[in-house]
């Protein structure tokens, strides 16, 4: 059975082209990938985590807004009882950044530049264990 995650948009950013190729380059190597389209609340992300029961969220972030988006997620996942859903973030991140993400509970961070085959590599290795649990 394929590892299920979901891709989403969170916030008012309205550019999705970086999140399609992610989602079609992880539908690629096996996965099973929920596209939530544009301009999601962090709500609804985790209520269609939970409903399709995904092993890993992956927020497309370029508005700047990264690091509040992130953190809500996350809070949003562990109140939710869902805290094992890994949440990863990708799209315009400085590298300054990285860290913070890190620290308010970001699995892994793509910023921009980072090839596919790391992404799809990373992503495999954080839901591992879900094909084995």
């Known amino acids: 059975m394929a590892i299920r995650v979901l891709v989403a948009k969170p916030g008012l950013d309205g550019h999705d082209r970086g999140a399609k190729i992610v989602a079609r380059s992880l539908r690629d190597a096996g996965f099973e990938v929920i596209y939530t389209g544009i301009r999601q609340r962090i709500e609804d992300i985790v209520s269609i985590a939970l409903q399709e029961d995904v092993a890993l969220v992956g927020l497309s972030i370029l508005s700047g807004a990264h690091l509040a988006l992130t953190a ?12 094992d859903i890994a949440v990863v973030v990708g799209g315009t991140i400085p590298l300054g950044d990285v860290q913070k993400l890190l620290d308010v509970g970001a699995a892994a961070v793509f910023p921009t530049g980072t090839g596919l085959d790391t992404l799809v590599a990373e992503v495999r290795k954080l839901t591992s264990e879900s094909a084995v649990g």
């Open 72 to 83: 809500r997620t996350v809070e949003a996942l562990r109140a939710a009882d869902a805290g």
